[in-house]
């Protein structure tokens, strides 16, 4: 059974710092990229960041760039994202996300989701 | 980027009933196009994958088409477990990006 469990969500204060991570378990985890994915409250879906399966290329959305970073561990079957600079409109559910693929070659996309975990940045 | 909108934003339906979403990218994306599910409370799960492939388990009510700029979601005849809300999302290029939903309600 794949599975992908959440963590490390809470409450930071703007310009505070979190790290997210994601356990996975029940596939090979160094085969595949994995994605982090978030989802404001009451809105829709909007992509963080990619890592290929090898960690070597990394990509992210503009909104996020300079103070995300995205990693992985294989040794701990576990995928990190480093928030750094945190706004008020970072807030939302996190979700990792693995891809059916290694890279990103166009034939992507997000076969199996965590329940996701909680990011709330406010004073 | 890859601006994704989508049509209607919302509909009601009936059990049994016809359904057809549209998803449209605002510059070619081939057939680089996948479509999600999303209930309340509940992380998205996929549906269709480079347009019109099928996941494995999903049910086959369940349809895709569509390449370049223009996409449909289809679902033959709705089920009680299928209001929802539903995404498109392009992997033709970063930034990936979502459609905006289309929520699926009782009419």
């Known amino acids: 059974q794949v599975h992908l469990v959440e963590s490390g969500g809470g409450v930071v204060q703007p310009g505070g710092s979190l790290r997210l991570s994601c356990a996975a378990s029940?596939?090979?985890?160094?085969?595949?990229?994995i994605h982090w994915v978030r989802q404001a409250p009451g809105k829709g879906l909007d992509w963080v960041s990619f890592i290929q399966y090898d960690g070597t290329n990394k990509y992210y959305a503009d909104s996020v760039k300079g103070r995300f970073t995205i990693s992985r561990d294989s040794s701990k079957n576990t995928l990190y994202l480093q928030m750094n600079s945190v706004r008020p409109e970072d807030t939302a559910v996190y979700y990792c996300a693995k891809d059916q693929n290694d890279i990103l070659t166009g034939y992507n996309y997000m076969d199996v989701w965590g329940k996701g975990t909680t990011v709330t940045v406010s004073s | 980027d890859i601006q994704m909108t989508q049509s209607p934003s919302s509909l009601s339906a009936s059990v049994g009933d016809r359904v057809t979403i549209t998803c449209r990218a605002s510059q070619s994306i081939r057939n680089y196009l996948n479509w999600y599910q999303q209930k309340p409370g509940k992380a998205p799960e996929a549906l269709i994958y480079?347009?019109?492939s099928l996941k494995s388990g999903v049910p086959s009510r369940f349809s895709g088409s569509g390449s370049g700029t223009d996409f449909t979601l289809t679902i033959s005849s709705l089920q009680p477990e299928d209001f929802a809300t539903y995404y498109c999302?392009?992997?033709?290029?970063?930034?990936?990006?979502f459609g905006p939903g289309t929520k699926v309600d009782f009419k």
């Open positions: 480079t347009a019109s």
């Open positions: 999302q392009q992997t033709y290029s970063t930034p990936i990006t």
């Open positions: 029940g596939f090979s985890f160094g085969s595949y990229g």
